[in-house]
C-alpha cells in the first residue's frame, strides 16, 4: 500500500516539465511499477535540464553584469557545498560506495533547496533583469524540488538498510546578495551562479556513474 | 617585429581525468638570454605555487597534468612564469575545459539501392573516442556528423545526436562521399577536433551505377502542368458550383456602388411606382439636390391612412379633402435628416402604406419647421390656395437662379423629390422664368405617386386661379400617381384650355392634379403661347408647362421644351418619369 504509494508519487513527481518520457504508470492504477532502470532515467533527464539551465544561466550572466568587472580573476571562490566531501575524480566516483553517493546527491541537493528559492526571489531586484534569467531561476528552483523528491524515492528503493546520515549544509548567502553595493552584490549572484552550475554539473554526472553502474553494469 | 609575450593559449581536458596547458613561447626570449619559462599552478584550497608535473607528454609548451594532479570540479590557477615575472595567468576548473577526442573508427555499410540504382542509403557507424570514458558514464559525448561530395566545398550537417550511428539517406551512387565526425560534451558548445575523413565509394562494392549519368530531376514541369490544370478544375467547380457559401468564400462579391435603398435592377425593370417609392423614400437624394436651399420648403406629408392603397387613384386622393395631410400623394413624409431608418435598403417601397411607415419612423423636425404652412407641395389640389403662393413667392428669385443653372444638374430633382421637392420651386422657375424664351416650358411636378407616376401640377398662375377649375376630377385617370397619362392629360386639357385662354390658361387647364398628355400640354402651351402677349409681371410671360413627351419607357417623362407642337409622341401607358437626358432637353 505505502509503496504503491510511493510509487504513484515518485511517478507523478518525474514526468512534470523537463523529464519527457511517457507515463507508464497512468494514476490510479493498481498494479503499476516503475522500475529502477525508470526512476532513474528520469532523475538524469532532470540532472542534466537542471544543469543545462543553469549553465546557460550562468553564461547570461556572465555576459550581462560580469564583463569588466574582473570577477573571473577571482575564480577561487568557495561554494558553500564545499563542506561535502564529494568524489573529485573517476576513480573516487567509482570507489565509493553507492548508497553513499546516493546520500551525498541528497545532501547537495538538499543543501541547494535554500539558496535556490532566495536566487529566484533575489535575482529579480537586480536592475533590469533579463526574463530569461528571472524564469531560469524560477524553473531551476521548481525542478530541483523534483529531483530531490526523486532522488528519496531511489533511495527508498535501493537502500538496504535504514537511511545514512542527513547530510546538509546550510546555506548563509543570503545577505550577500542583497548587500547595498551594486558590485559586491553582482560578485555574490557570480559566485552562487558558478558554484550552481559546478553542483548541477556533479549531480548530473554522479547519477550518470551510478545508472552504468547500477543499471548497465559499467556498460552504458 | 612585435614583441609578444608568452601566452597561455589553451587549456584542454578530453576526458575530465586529465588536462593539459599550452602555450606560446613569444619571440623574446631569443633576445636575451634564455628565460627559462615555467607554468605553475595552484588549487583553490592551496596556498602554494607549484611548478608543472609534466613538461614532455603533451608536447613542447605545454604541461600535463595526470589523473593524480587533476581534481574535477577544483578551481585551478595557472600562471606562465620566468624567475621573475609572470606572463600570464589562467584561471578554471577542469569541467569547464572538456573538449573530448574525435571518434574513432569510423565506418559504413550500404543499406539498400532505389530501384532505378541511382540513389542509395547507408549507415555509418564509429566508436567514442577511446580516452572517453563513456562506458562507465563518467562522460556523455554528443556527435555531429558531417558529410559532403568529393568535389563539393560545403560540408553538410547533421544535428548532434547521442548514438554512436546514423544513417544518410539518398546519397548519388554515382558520387563518392566524404564523411567526418566530431563530439564534445554533452552540455558544452564547443566541440573536439573533428575525426579522419571517411570515404564513401559505392563502385568500390560494385553497385556504383557509373553509366547512370543521368539525374532525375524533379519533373518539374509536369508539377506545373498537373497544378495549373487541378487549380482550374477546382476554380470552374467552384464558379458552376450551386454552392453559394463556397462560392462567396472563394470568389467573393465585388462590392458595387450601391445607394442605399435603391435596387439597381428595379431601376431597370421594375415598375415604375416602386422605384418612385424607393427614390421618394431615399432620403439622401432629396438632401443632396436641395442641401442648400434652406428656402425650399418641404412639406412633411403625414401619412397615416392606412387605406391609403386602397385608393383608387391619386386623382382622388390629391382632390380629396380628407387626404390633405395625411399620407398625402406620395405620403412620403420628408425631412432633411438622413434616414437610415427609411425603409429596407433593397425592399422597393411599392405601396403607400410602406412609405407611410417609412416616413413615419423619419424625423421631420426640419421640415416640419419648414412646412409649418402645412404646403403639401404634393398635394397642390388641395394646398392650392395663396397659402403656397407666399413661399413660392420668396423663392422665386431663388428658384429663378436655380433654374438657370441647376436644371441641368438635377434631373430627377423635379421627380425624385418630387415628394417633397420644391415642386413650387420648379414651378416657380417655370413661371418666372424671364430670361428663358417662350420655348421653354416646365412641367411642374406635383406628385409623384407611389406607383411611380409624376403629377405634374398646375402652374403658379394655375394655382392662384386653381379654384376656378375643377375639371378632371374625374377618376378616369387610370394613373394612381402622380406621373401624367395622356389620356387623362388629354381630358383635362381638353376641357380646360377651352375654358380658358389666357396666361392662367395653364393653371386651369391644370387641376390639382392635373395630367398632361403631350398634345394636352402642347394645347395649353398653345394656348398659353397665345396668350402670352400679356406682359409678364412677376411671372413668365411663357407658359408654365412643357409639354410631356412621355416616352415608352418607365424611364423617365420627357418634357417637350418648346411650346411648339409637340410631335405626337407615344405614351407610356406606365407613365415613366422624366430622366434626365430628357429633362435636360427640355431645357435650352
Known sequence: GLLLVVLLVSHMLLTKEGVTSLPICPNGSGNCQLSLEELFDRAVKLSHYIHFLSSEMFNEFDERYAQGRGFIAKAVNSC??????????????????????????????????????HLASEVQRIKEAPETILWKAVEIEEQNKRLLEGMEKIVGRVHSGEVGNDIYTPWDGLPSLQLDDEDSRLFAFYNLLHCLRRDSHKIDNYLKVLKCRLIHDNNC | DLLQWPQISKCRSPEMETFSCYWTAGNFYNLTAPRIVQLLYKKSNEEDWKECPDYITSGQNSCYFNASYTSVWTPYCVQLASKNEVYDKKCFSVDEIVLPDPPVHLNW?????????IHGDIQVRWDPPPTADVRKGWITLEYELQYKEVNETKWKELKPRLSTMVPLYSLKTARDYEIR???????????????????????????????????????????????????????????????????????PPVPVPKIKGIDPDLLKKGKLDEVNSILACHDNYKTQLYNDDLWVEFIELDIEDPDEKNRASDTDRLLSEDHLKSHGCLGVKDDDSGRASCCEPDIPETDFSASDTCDATSDSDQFKKATEKEEDLLCLDRQDNDESLPSLANTDPQRRHRNTQSE????????????????????AQISNQNSLTSTDFYAQVSDITPAGRVVLSPGQKSRLGRAQHEGCTEQNFTVDNTYF????VKKCIAVTSHEENEPHVQEQSYKEDGYFTTESLTTTVANFGASTAEPPS???????????????????????????????????V??????????????P
Open chain 1, 80 to 117: 558553500h557545498t564545499a563542506s561535502l566531501t564529494t568524489p573529485e575524480d573517476k576513480e573516487q566516483a567509482q570507489q565509493i560506495h553507492h548508497e553513499d553517493l546516493l546520500n551525498l546527491i541528497l545532501g547537495v541537493l538538499r543543501s541547494w533547496n535554500d539558496p535556490l528559492i
Open chain 2, 109 to 117: 555499410t550500404l543499406l539498400n539501392t532505389s530501384q532505378t540504382g
Open chain 2, 181 to 251: 565526425i566530431r563530439s564534445r560534451q554533452r552540455t558544452s558548445e564547443k566541440f573536439g577536433e573533428f575525426s579522419e575523413i571517411l570515404y564513401v565509394s559505392f563502385s568500390q562494392i560494385g553497385i556504383g551505377c557509373d553509366h547512370c549519368t543521368e539525374e532525375v530531376e524533379f519533373p518539374w514541369f509536369l508539377v506545373v502542368v498537373f497544378g495549373v490544370c487541378g487549380l482550374a478544375v477546382t476554380v470552374i467547380s467552384i464558379m458552376l458550383s450551386k454552392q453559394p457559401r463556397l462560392k462567396m468564400l472563394i470568389f
Open chain 2, 408 to 427: 441641368n444638374s438635377h434631373p430627377w430633382a423635379p421627380f425624385a423629390d418630387s415628394i417633397e421637392s420644391p415642386r413650387p420651386s420648379v414651378h
Open chain 2, 485 to 488: 397619362c395622356e389620356a387623362d
Open chain 2, 538 to 572: 412677376s411671372e413668365m410671360p411663357v407658359a408654365d408647362y412643357t409639354s410631356i413627351h412621355i416616352v415608352h419607357s418607365p424611364q423617365g417623362l420627357v418634357l417637350n421644351a418648346t411650346a411648339l407642337p409637340v410631335p405626337d409622341k407615344e405614351f407610356n
Open chain 2, 574 to 587: 406606365s407613365c415613366g418619369y422624366v430622366s434626365t437626358d430628357q429633362l435636360n432637353k427640355i431645357m
